[in-house]
C-alpha cells in the first residue's frame, strides 16, 4: 500500500509538473540590464589624451593640418562627453567641461591658424592645465595629464609631409 501510495503522490506531482512548466515558461521575463549607451567618461578622456599627445607633436614640428585635425577630434570629443555626462558624480560636468576647455581651444584654434608655433605652445600648456583643473573637480585629480615628453606612436609620422 505504501508503494501505490507514493506512485500515486509521484504520478500527481509530475501532473501538476507538467502542466505549471508550460505556464511558468510562458510569464514575461525580466529584460537583460541595458548595455550603456555610448562609451563611459573614462573611455572618452583616454582617447583624449591620446589626441592630447597627438596634438602636442603636430604642433611641435609645425604640421599644422594635423594640428587642427587632432584639436577638432579633441573639441569632439568634450563634446561628447558633455552630451552623454551632463552631470556625473553630481557634478555639472557638461559646464565645466564648456568653462575649462573652451578659452584654451579657442586659444590653439587661433594659433594654428596663424601657424604661430609660440603661441601654440602657450595654449597647448593651458589647455594641459584645464584638464588637470577638470579632474581635481570632478574628484579624479589623480589623473594628471602633463605636456608629452615621448611619442608611442612609433607607427606616424609627425613631420609635415613636405618636410620629410
Not at 7 to 35: D, F, K, M, S
Not at 140 to 145: K, R, T
Request: with cysteine.
Amino acid at each position: 500500500m505504501t508503494k501505490r501510495f507514493i506512485l500515486a503522490i509521484c504520478a500527481g506531482a509530475a501532473a501538476v509538473l507538467a502542466v505549471a512548466v508550460p505556464l511558468v515558461a510562458q510569464q514575461p521575463q525580466p529584460a537583460p540590464a541595458a548595455a550603456p549607451a555610448g562609451p563611459t567618461l573614462a573611455d572618452i578622456m583616454s582617447t583624449t589624451q591620446l589626441r592630447h599627445l597627438k596634438l602636442a607633436f603636430s604642433g611641435k614640428v609645425v604640421n599644422w593640418p594635423l594640428a587642427g585635425y587632432e584639436l577638432g577630434l579633441i573639441q569632439r570629443s568634450f563634446d561628447e562627453a558633455a552630451r552623454l555626462y551632463p552631470v556625473f558624480n553630481g557634478l555639472p560636468l557638461a559646464e565645466l567641461i564648456k568653462q575649462e576647455s573652451t578659452p584654451p581651444l579657442a586659444d590653439l584654434r587661433r594659433a594654428i591658424d596663424a601657424k604661430d608655433r609660440d603661441a601654440f605652445v602657450q595654449a597647448f600648456v593651458k589647455l594641459t592645465q584645464a584638464c588637470n583643473h577638470c579632474h581635481q573637480e570632478a574628484k579624479v585629480g589623480f589623473v594628471v595629464i602633463r605636456v608629452p615628453t615621448a611619442s608611442p606612436f612609433s607607427n606616424q609620422l609627425f613631420p609635415p609631409i613636405e618636410t620629410r
